[in-house]
C-alpha cells in the first residue's frame, strides 16, 4: 500500500511508519517538527528508517495549503491511505493557546480532506481522535455512542470537531473514514510532557514529580503496540464512517501508576501534591467491543509489563 502519514515523526507516528514498512508499505512521511518539544526527540525518533528506501520524508506544514497541494501533485498519486495524526497535543497546552490548536486541528484536517476528495480514488482517511472528547462523562466503560457534546478543553473541542468534519466529507465525498480514538498512549519515544515520561526523569533525579489531585484520577493506560495493532487493522479494514475507541480496558489509578514506576526504576518517587487542573478529566476507560469486532483489536500488554519495557528503554537512550 502507499500511505501519508502526518506527525510522522512524533511517538505514534514514528512506531507505525516502523510497523508498515516492515510489511512491506510505502510511506509518505509529515511532520513539521513543531517547537512543543526539542525537535532532536522527532530526530531520534526518525533516525530507525528515515532512510528507508520505501520513505520519502517531507518537513512541511498541514496548515500550509499551497505547500500541501504542490506536494499532493507531485508525491501522492494513487494513494490507499493517508493517516491522520499531526495535531497539537496536550489538555493543558491548549487552554493558554486555543487559537493555536483550532488552527493545528481543524484547519490542518481540513486541508487533508480537502486533497483526499480530488483522488480519482478515494483513499482510506484514519483521523487520531482522542479520549478526551469522553469530557467528564459519567458512565463507564466509555463507548462511541456516548454523548461526547461536552469536552472540558480545547483540545478535546478540536479532536470532536475533527470527528464531525470528516463525518461531513464522508457524506459529502463517500470518502472512507474511520476515527481512531486513542487512550493515553505510553511506551518507548513516549512524549517528554506525558506524566509516565516526565515523572520517570524527574525520579531518575530525586526531583519531586507533580501529582496533581489526590491520586484517585485514573486513566486507560494503553501501550504503543496495542494502538499500533488498531491502527494498522484500520488501514486495512476503513470503509464507511466509523469512530472506534482503541484503549487498553484496565483504568489505572495515578497513585498505581506511581508506585508501577517507582518498582520499574527502583527509587521512590518525591510527591509535589497539587490542586486539579483545569480541563483535566477525572477518569478514562475505554469500551474496545466495537473495536474488537470491526478490527480484530485485542490489547495485550500488561501495564507492569509495558512500564518496565518503557523504563528499560528510557535508560537505554539516556545512558
Request: aromatic letters at 10%.
Amino acid at each position: 500500500m502507499r500511505i501519508i502519514i502526518t506527525g510522522a515523526a512524533g511517538f505514534i507516528g514514528s512506531h507505525l511508519c516502523q510497523r508498515l514498512l516492515a510489511r512491506g508499505d510505502e510511506i509518505i512521511a509529515i511532520d513539521n517538527f513543531d517547537p512543543f518539544y526539542d525537535h532532536r526527540i522527532k530526530q531520534q525518533n526518525l533516525e530507525d528508517f528515515i532512510h528507508h528506501k520505501q520513505v520519502r520524508f517531507f518537513q512541511k506544514d498541514i496548515c500550509d495549503t499551497d505547500a500541501m497541494e504542490h506536494l499532493w501533485l507531485d508525491e501522492c498519486q494513487e494513494l490507499d491511505a493517508v493517516v491522520h495524526l499531526a495535531a497539537k497535543a496536550g489538555v493543558r497546552p491548549s487552554i493558554e493557546d486555543p487559537v493555536g490548536y483550532e488552527r493545528a486541528n481543524i484547519m490542518g484536517t481540513m486541508n487533508l480532506l480537502d486533497l483526499a476528495v480530488t483522488a480519482e480514488v478515494r483513499p482510506r482517511f484514519i483521523f487520531a481522535s482522542s479520549s478526551s472528547v469522553y469530557g467528564n462523562n459519567p458512565k463507564v466503560p466509555f463507548s462511541e455512542t456516548d454523548n461526547v457534546d461536552h469536552p472540558i478543553s480545547p483540545y478535546a473541542a478540536t479532536k470532536k470537531a475533527g470527528e464531525l468534519i470528516c463525518h461531513s466529507y464522508h457524506h459529502l465525498y463517500d470518502l472512507p473514514v474511520t476515527a481512531l480514538r486513542f487512550f493515553t498512549v505510553y511506551g518507548p519515544r513516549q512524549r517528554p510532557d506525558l506524566a509516565i515520561r516526565k515523572f520517570t526523569e524527574l525520579i531518575m533525579r530525586d526531583e519531586p514529580i507533580p501529582v496533581f489531585g489526590d491520586g484517585t484520577t485514573s486513566r486507560d493506560y494503553t501501550y504503543i503496540d496495542d494502538i499500533i495493532d488498531g491502527v494498522t487493522a484500520a488501514i486495512d479494514r476503513c470503509e464507511g464512517y466509523e469512530i472506534i475507541n482503541l484503549g487498553g480496558k484496565h483504568p489505572i489509578s495515578l497513585t498505581d501508576m506511581i508506585a508501577t514506576l517507582e518498582k520499574a526504576i527502583g527509587k521512590t518517587a518525591i510527591i509535589d501534591r497539587q490542586p486539579m487542573q483545569a480541563g483535566d478529566v477525572e477518569r478514562t476507560f475505554a469500551n474496545v467491543e466495537k473495536a474488537s469486532r470491526l478490527l480484530g483489536y485485542e490489547p495485550k500488554m500488561p501495564f507492569e509489563q509495558g512500564i518496565k519495557q518503557f523504563v528499560d528503554w528510557w535508560k537505554t537512550v539516556n545512558g
